[in-house]
């Protein structure tokens, strides 16, 4: 695989580091500058600001981060099912195992949901049922750094995938917020999905 440098790539340059509600909170109330818009205040009991610099000119910020700049190793690991009559056809469920902290809702209630989708589509098969296209469960690495697993995957296999994969479902944060049902997908996909969740609703009614 051909490989950019690291300054013809999309990184960015400015230093950036995730932090706590809490440490965000102190810097956030102290700032200064015109009251934000209502679409970017956020959850927090303070007046948000644009800024720049803090009310107090004098305040000043010093972050102590311990990062390192190498090289690391990631894996995808990939698990397969044989179609039963398109087995070259391909429909790919995926979701990423990296976090930036514990990853409780993303990306781990995701990946609750794949690993449990295996779990059941194993327990089928072994009654004997096969799927009619090839079913592909895709665990990705490194997908907070700027989705490097699942785009190195499909650099090393993009011919193949090209002309036979289906559809991908991608999980993510399976598990936020409230119980309302969230899906965006390719504009091909919009009856399939409206056709699964009147399936879903009619399934619990039966419950
Ligand atoms: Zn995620």
């Known amino acids: 695989m051909y490989r950019l440098n690291d300054s013809d790539t999309s990184l960015p340059t400015i230093p950036v580091h995730p932090i706590g509600y809490g440490d965000a909170q102190h810097l956030l109330s102290e700032l200064g500058g015109d009251e934000v818009q209502d679409t970017w205040k956020g959850g927090l009991n303070i007046t ?15 972050m102590s981060i311990h990062t390192s700049r190498e090289i690391r190793t990631i894996y995808n690991v990939i698990g397969v099912i044989n179609g039963a009559v398109e087995p070259d056809r391909y429909v ?58 699942s785009t190195e995957f499909v650099e090393e296999y993009q011919k193949i995938l090209g002309e036979r994969a289906v559809a991908y479902i991608n999980i993510d944060s399976a598990v936020v917020g409230n119980y ?11 009856q399939a999905i409206m056709d699964a969740t009147k399936k879903a609703s009619l399934d619990s009614n039966l419950v």
């Open 92 to 149: 790919l469920l995926g979701n990423h195992r990296d976090a930036w902290v514990y990853g409780a809702v993303d990306p781990s209630s995701g990946t609750a949901v794949l690993m449990e989708s295996a779990r059941v589509y194993s327990q089928m098969i072994k009654k004997g049922w096969r799927p009619r296209r090839s079913v592909m469960f895709c665990s990705w690495g490194a997908e907070e750094y700027g989705l490097l697993g």
């Open 180 to 190: 309302s049902f969230v899906a965006k997908a390719t504009p091909l996909l919009q």
């Open 48 to 62: 948000y600001r644009y800024g720049p610099g803090f009310t107090n000119p004098n305040r000043k910020v010093k």
